[in-house]
């Protein structure tokens, strides 16, 4: 669990730091209003404990990395997703000009944080050993997948013709395959030791 209490920090600290300079945009009369700046506040700080406590924690030695070509997916993945997250967190202006769909500036940085914990997670499942990206690998698969469902049961929102709505779907599909494709080698690797 190391790698997903890595990025579910990142998210939720980027989400908490994004709040900061939107607090007179939530309506503190909302009980979900609290509940957000409960969640982005203690996740992370408890994420930071855990990442912690982990790192002391003895390995075996042994690590097996995923095979190079699945190092290369998600490297290319994670430096996109990198590029992407931090033009939106830093840059939220040109990004809402160029997004495929209509964006306001803390919608823009707030997107920010997932992708930038897609990234983080990408890039450290390069590293990492294979018998650890299990569900990282699953969270890799799902991520794009799940966003490609909900774009397309929302193609209204869409800006049709443009470049930024192909560039959006083609991101997606291809994330998707390479996700699907690095899934199938982290599972089919956990079914084999399980049989060894």
């Not at 600290?13 to 203690?42: M, P």
């Not at 650890?132 to 397309?152: D, H, K, N, R, Y």
């Amino acid at each position: 669990v190391r790698l997903p209490t890595v990025v579910a920090t990142i998210w939720t600290g980027a989400l908490g730091i994004v709040t900061l300079f939107y607090l007179d945009q939530f309506d503190t009369a909302l009980r979900s209003t609290w509940f957000w700046f409960f969640a982005y506040s203690v996740y992370p700080v408890a994420g930071v404990y855990f990442i912690l406590r982990l790192r002391k924690r003895p390995t075996s030695g042994e690590r097996t990395l995923l095979p190079p070509v699945h190092r290369v997916l998600l490297g290319v993945l994670g430096a996109f997703a990198l590029a992407v997250s931090l033009l939106l967190l830093f840059l939220p202006g040109i990004m809402v000009d160029v997004w495929p769909w209509k964006l306001n500036l803390m919608l823009a940085q707030i997107y920010g944080g997932p992708l930038l914990g897609l990234a983080v997670i990408a890039l450290l499942m390069t590293m990492a050993d294979r018998d650890e990206c299990f569900i990282s690998a699953v969270g890799i698969a799902m991520f794009p997948v799940l966003a490609l469902a909900a774009s397309l049961m929302h193609l209204n929102l869409f800006k049709p013709q443009e470049l930024s709505s192909v560039i959006w779907f083609a991101s997606l599909g291809l994330a998707s395959l390479a996700g699907a494709f690095v899934l199938t080698s982290v599972a089919s690797r956990k079914e084999n030791s399980r049989k060894g």
